[in-house]
């Protein structure tokens, strides 16, 4: 109380001495110079409240903002998808549409958003077959966005690389001639990938054709069709990609696990958080 | 009284500047940005503010300059060979938005460089068969001449019917082999390259394992008027001159 006391009455007799003096001089106390900065504190901070109230992007506005072309019940129609459809419908840009194509596109696009509105209303996600098979890939696809936006750098694309290096090898390619009964059997063509040869030879014979040597001869195989020798003109066996050589598909090999990772992650957060309850005969 | 109107004078001069440009960032925004290229005044301060975002965005991969990497298949944005559209800003800008084979269902996703070596090229398309590896150097052949480089003449003749036939490389890169912006297809017969230093291993590499480069949507992730800005920033770097003339 005394301390409240000693303090009113310096200040009064602060500015009933030397008023001016105590307005200029910061280190003294001043009523007035209190006053106008809280009033100038007040008028800025309004200033910025009510910019920030028209301006952000969850309130309720009347202003369209610069980016959209229209709310929608406060839905922005973004300028962006708007030029795409001038552009797609039209093969327009923005100056050279004219105003009936204008007026028609965003026509368009509001009637779009009315009823994507109206769709939201009467919960046709929970009916319509389409609509929730567009939802769910719609959820996948932002998950694997996410994904692809962050670049992994040198040094994990390496490490990826030299973890899963036997995806990263070349085609093996074979020139051979399967003899059927001392004839050829005309099941290979000429030089072939091991995928192809493999197919058109079966498992067995290209299993031992695989193993053959330039020029070598295989033992006989015998096959319910008959006795197999298998001649290899050219092997050329898999080779293994440098990092250098790789380097696109192991980008994009470790893209494709990041999107399965945050997709897994992402179906773990969403059960963890529902409240699901199974039927007693389907526990 | 003095340190006071300091004080505001300041206050006032920040509320300014910070109003100026917001009001030039709306400016920007709601123009057509095909034609801010005209418009020095706009160009000037959208690469103002679009470098340093490229710098934080876009280096990582196409590099500081922009000039890309072939070793990488990093596209040179600094040139006037584009892979998707003509180079307009709004293309550009769609790109940025959207980006390609980014997951974003309006990316330009709609085609995709087949593995020719592999059982399966493309797995979206059961239609594309693999080639032997005969025609895969018939087709490279066939390449080198549309290059106008040395190429042996009979393997470059096969390398056409297949390049028109059952190889299907028509279908995107054209008959003329000269590409299709509008689904990113590069003109194969140039001498600028994608990948690769246009040797025939270079495209021994394309054709036989295939290609999708992918350059992320920025459209959730970045604003409306900073992608404008990274548009214009991205043409301002292929058209050197631009707006330097006009007003």
Redesign the interface.
């Known amino acids: 109380m005394f301390i409240q006391f000693h303090i009113l009455v310096r200040v009064k007799m602060t500015i009933d001495q030397e008023p001016e003096a105590a307005w200029r001089d910061p280190s003294r106390i001043s009523s007035a110079r209190s006053f106008v900065l809280m009033a100038a504190g007040v008028l800025i901070g309004l200033v910025f409240a009510g910019y920030s109230l028209f301006t952000a992007r969850s309130a309720s506005t009347l202003i369209v903002p610069a980016e959209d072309v229209a709310l929608v019940n406060q839905q922005p129609i973004s300028r962006a998808d708007y030029l795409a459809l001038l552009q797609t419908l039209y093969g327009v840009d923005l100056s050279h549409a004219t105003q009936e194509q204008r007026r028609k596109v965003l026509d368009d696009m509001i009637r779009e958003e009315l009823f994507v509105q109206r769709g939201k209303e009467l919960d046709v996600a929970s009916t319509d077959p389409e609509v929730r098979s567009a939802l769910v890939n719609a959820v996948e696809l932002e998950i694997a966005e996410n994904a692809i936006t962050s670049q992994p750098g040198e040094a994990a694309l390496r490490q990826f690389f030299e973890t899963h290096k036997d995806r990263y090898v070349s085609e093996g390619v074979m020139r051979v001639i399967d003899l059927l009964n001392g004839r050829d059997s005309g099941k290979t063509k000429g030089e072939e990938f091991y995928f192809a040869a493999k197919i058109h030879l079966g498992d067995e014979l290209f299993a031992a054709a695989r193993s053959l040597g330039d020029g070598e001869v295989s033992k006989p195989i015998q096959l319910p069709d008959g006795i197999h020798v298998l001649e290899m003109e050219q092997n050329k066996r898999p080779v293994p990609f440098d990092f250098a050589a790789a380097r696109a598909q192991v980008l994009g090999d470790y893209r494709n696990e990041a999107v399965d990772k945050l997709k897994l992650s992402g179906e773990s957060f969403l059960r963890k958080r529902a409240n699901v309850l199974i039927a007693d005969d389907l526990r | 009284?003095?340190?006071?109107l300091v004080l505001?004078m300041a206050?006032l001069l920040v509320?300014a500047v910070f109003a100026a440009d917001g009001y030039a960032?709306?400016q920007l925004?709601?123009a057509?940005?095909?034609?801010l290229p005209a418009a020095a005044m706009s160009l000037h301060f959208a690469v103002r503010r679009g470098r340093p975002l490229f710098e934080a965005r876009c280096a990582?991969?196409h590099g500081a300059s922009g000039s890309g990497d072939t070793?990488?298949?990093i596209p040179n944005l600094t040139d006037q060979d584009w892979l998707y559209g003509t180079g307009?800003p709004?293309e550009i800008?769609?790109v940025i938005?959207y980006?390609i084979r980014?997951?974003?269902?309006?990316a330009w996703n709609l085609a995709i460089m087949p593995a020719y070596?592999?059982?399966q090229p493309n797995p979206a398309d059961k239609n594309i068969q693999?080639l032997?590896?005969?025609e895969i150097d018939d087709v490279i052949e066939f390449l080198m001449r549309q290059q106008g480089r040395p190429a042996d003449a009979g393997a470059a003749a096969r390398g056409a019917a297949l390049f028109l036939g059952h190889g299907g490389c028509y279908d995107c890169h054209s008959v003329d082999a000269k590409g299709d912006s509008a689904i990113g297809a590069p003109n194969l017969s140039d001498a600028i390259t994608l990948?690769g230093d246009g040797s025939r291993e270079a495209l021994h590499?394309s054709i036989?394992?295939g290609?999708?480069?992918?350059c992320?949507?920025?459209?959730?992730?970045a604003?409306?008027?900073s992608?404008r800005e990274l548009a214009l920033y991205v043409y301002s770097i292929s058209h050197p001159g631009a707006g330097q003339n006009d007003n």
């Open positions: 009284m003095r340190f006071l505001i206050s509320a960032a709306r925004l709601r057509d940005p095909d034609a990582v991969c070793a990488k298949g307009r709004s800008e769609r938005d980006g980014s997951r974003n269902p309006k070596a592999r059982p693999p032997t590896p005969g990948y590499m036989a394992y290609r999708q480069g992918v992320p949507a920025w459209i959730n992730r604003s409306a008027a992608i």
